[in-house]
């Protein structure tokens, strides 16, 4: 997998009352979802099994960081963008 890639984190969503957010990577013409905090890939495009793996570690390991990026995503400011 090239070390360089695209990330992109949603803003927190909330479903009978449980909170999450989805983390996005993009590879140019390869995509993954991933889900937090499950640290799950949900859908991907063009990554193999090994490297969907490394994704869902790198969510586990970033889960911290990942969080606070999607509890500082303002919808109405994204929406403004």
Known sequence: MK???????SPICVKNGKKYAFVSFIDGERS????IPDCKIVSATGFDRGEIRMLEEYMKRELPMLKKMAAG???VDAIMK
């Open 3 to 9: 070390n360089e890639f695209t990330m992109s984190v």
């Open 32 to 35: 993954a979802e991933g889900k």
């Open 73 to 75: 995503i303002r919808l």
